[in-house]
């Protein structure tokens, strides 16, 4: 009987160029959330549920998006230099959404407080303009 065994079975079948065993990429302290993607979609989240508290009637038939950049190709009629947001209004069958573009906004936000009170401000602003009304009837912190 052959005393060798198979690599498979190995312990040390992970084990590459000898470098040790692969371990996740993430530690046990430190949860996928924590990265900013991560972080920016738990604040976007926690606005929507805010929002949402106060507004069922307008935040239910929107739906929320939130991408990494505005697209390259601007639109003709979009007089905006740097979006932050961009809101469309239901047409076709398809509701109305509210697309958040994370890069922008952290990078022009200073620290984590102030991400938030952006985030506050451009869902508020969305809403008022797909819904024509004033801001501050939405949210009267808006824009403080």
Not at 75 to 91: H, K, M, T, V
Request: hydrophobic share 35%.
């Amino acid at each position: 009987m052959n005393s060798a065994r198979t690599p498979w079975t190995q312990g040390s079948y992970r084990d590459l160029h000898g470098r040790g065993v692969r371990r996740p990429t993430f530690g046990s302290r430190l949860p996928r959330s924590r990265t900013n993607a991560g972080l920016f979609d738990t604040m976007v989240a926690s606005q929507i549920k805010r929002l949402g508290m106060a507004w069922p009637q307008l935040v239910g038939p929107v739906q929320f998006a939130v991408e990494d950049v505005p697209p390259s190709d601007p639109l003709p009629w979009d007089n905006e230099p740097c979006a932050l947001s961009r809101s469309f209004a239901p047409s076709h069958g398809v509701d109305a959404r509210i697309v958040l573009y994370r890069l922008p906004m952290q990078t022009k936000a200073h620290s984590r407080y102030e991400l938030e009170l952006m985030i506050r401000d451009e869902m508020v602003l969305r809403l008022s303009e797909l819904y024509g009304r004033h801001p501050e009837d939405i949210d009267p912190s808006w824009g403080a």
